[in-house]
């Protein structure tokens, strides 16, 4: 078999071990609604428009950057990656198998949360710009899953896995406008927040959920996006590290 | 000629400062089994974790089948077995799932149902692995190993931790590979383990190796061979003459002439109306010669 099937077939595994897990798979997709509703209560209905794209965006970077930061920190304190290296799955097949199941999930929290916005709270479906919101989806799972195989490389062992991975994506969730609207922010957190990829993100999702077709294709935050997407397989390629630390 | 399976010449490893490896040659042949004895922290994890491509080395020549393990070929991954000390496979897969993912990277694997007779795990082959002992679970590791159908094994400690009749039944599953034709390259500090499952065996003390051969060979290496052991009534002293070493109450006799010794312990006991008590007489034991060349290894 070549990589490229091998990956795919990886992919499969991946996804029958995540369903067999029901509780865990279970939160992974009702913790990202459980935050719609309370948002959507705490600030009134009039925030589904803002809250819907928000959560779109805090789903996909959940589902990318911290399951992946977390499950291949895990994977490799078990010992799982070093025994995949002793055999002759190409390793990119195999870490290209963990991305794949982790984007699927993304789009699922995808289809999920913008049909429940629109169900729920009548935010809808903006499908006329839909060719622009899978390439900003597509850039954007790829970027957090590339930094998230980076920061597993930072984390010593498994159990400062949650604790490392939360704090480095916490704040910057609520700084980029997803938690929190940023309208009056300071200035210098806003500049900040331009520099991190997650306000891009959610930028893009935000003018495509208010303006449909009409917004166009965002190139710019799509570039920004590339850019840290960059910077986490540059960053993965030196941090990554296939043997438990102990 | 055909090529070994396993060739190092002059392997070194050193961390920083310490050395673990400190220059050592083996050769394995094709279709042998093989063991790398010695004690905690000898230097047979490194060196078998370099033979496997997980390690570098810093110096010396290696080759696995023709490959060189440092360079982390497929091909040469595509030929081996790999038991780790301890390696995980994802728990939410039953172990039929798990044999037959990893059956999939390699060109020719071995029938899976087979895998799973030849391991024990027929019974268990539906079951998530999540639900297995502990020696079960190790007999995943190995299954997982023998899945590709490989030519050469690496095994590492194959059975530390399993109860007697677990590791009986893991010998003979080793002693099934080798039927097969595999070569078998295995890591234990256990003797008994060495002696029932190796052609042949190097005792590794300190990084080095102190002794190669076969365990008849390491036995008969050294220049006493058999061991007389007994005990004596309280009321009995044995003469010095026989140059016995007294461990409290069990006196211990090592000769090259076990005839002549016997025969002279006898007639003293006689003479002196006394009971041998406890009579034994043993050859020399791989225990013995490695405990003697690992301790004196431990003083260099």
Redesign the interface.
């Known amino acids: 078999m070549n990589g490229v099937s091998l990956a795919i077939r990886q992919i499969g595994y991946e996804n029958r071990a995540f369903w067999r897990n029901p509780p865990a798979a279970f939160f992974t997709f009702a913790f990202p609604l459980i935050f719609m509703v309370i948002f959507n209560v705490l600030f009134g209905a009039d925030a589904a428009g803002f809250f819907t794209p928000a959560i779109i965006v805090f789903g996909v970077v959940s589902a990318t950057y911290t399951n992946l930061a977390m499950a291949v920190t895990i994977a490799r304190d078990e010992g799982i990656l070093k025994r995949i290296r002793g055999t002759p799955l190409p390793p990119w097949a195999y870490l290209a198998g963990r991305i794949g199941h982790a984007v699927v999930i993304g789009f699922l929290l995808v289809a999920i949360v913008a049909g429940f916005g629109a169900l729920l709270y009548g935010v809808e479906v903006p499908w006329g710009a839909l060719p622009a919101m899978l390439l900003v989806l597509v850039v954007s799972c790829a970027a957090f899953s590339a930094l998230g195989l980076a920061v597993s490389g930072l984390i010593p062992n498994a159990d400062a896995a949650p604790a490392i991975v939360n704090a480095t994506i916490l704040p910057v969730l609520f700084i980029s406008n997803v938690f929190v609207q940023m309208e009056s922010a300071p200035e210098w957190l806003g500049t900040v927040s331009h520099l991190l990829p997650v306000r891009h993100f959610a930028n893009a999702m935000m003018d495509l959920y208010a303006s449909g077709a009409g917004a166009g294709v965002p190139w710019k935050e799509v570039g920004v996006i590339i850019l840290w997407g960059m910077i986490g397989v540059v960053a993965a390629l030196r941090l990554f590290s296939w043997e438990p630390r102990r | 000629m055909i090529q070994p399976a396993v060739e190092l010449r002059g392997l070194r490893k050193s961390y920083g400062a310490t050395e673990a490896v400190c220059g050592i040659d083996l050769r394995v042949e094709r279709g042998e089994v093989f063991a790398l004895l010695g004690p905690n922290g000898a230097g047979k994890t490194t060196t078998v974790e370099i033979l ?3 390690r570098s080395r810093s110096a010396g020549e290696v080759s696995v089948l023709g490959h060189d393990p440092g360079r982390n070929e ?1 091909a040469m ?2 030929r ?1 077995g ?1 038991v ?1 000390q ?5 728990e ?2 039953t172990v039929r ?1 798990v044999v037959q ?2 059956a ?4 020719r694997p071995r029938d899976v149902d087979e895998v799973l007779g030849l391991t024990g795990l027929g019974d268990q082959a539906d079951r ?1 692995v999540k639900k297995l002992s502990g020696g079960q679970k190790r007999r995943v590791d190995l299954a ?1 190993a023998l899945a ?1 159908d490989p030519e050469l094994l690496f095994l590492d400690e194959p059975t530390t931790g399993f109860d007697p009749s677990a590791r009986r039944q893991a010998w003979e599953t080793i002693r099934g590979l080798a039927a097969l034709g595999k070569t078998v390259f295995l890591t234990t500090h256990f003797m008994d383990e060495a002696q029932a499952l190796a052609d042949r065996l190097a005792i590794i003390a300190d990084g080095t190796i102190v002794a190669t051969g076969s365990a008849d060979e390491l036995i008969g290496a050294g220049s006493t061979s058999t061991r007389i052991r007994f005990r004596l009534p309280e009321t009995a002293e044995l003469p010095d003459t026989f140059a016995a070493r007294r461990d409290i109450s069990v006196w211990e006799i090592e000769t090259d002439e076990p005839t002549h010794a016997l025969h002279e312990l006898t007639e003293w006991a006689l003479g002196a109306e006394t009971e041998l008590l406890d009579l034994e007489v043993t050859r020399r034991s791989l225990e013995d010669v490695y405990l003697q060349l690992t301790a004196e290894g431990g003083e260099q």
Not at chain 2, 86 to 90: F, I, P
């Open positions: 496997e491509g997980h497929r991954k595509q081996l790999i780790l301890q390696t995980g496979v994802d939410y897969l799932e993912m990893v999939g990277y390699y060109p998530r997982v590709g």
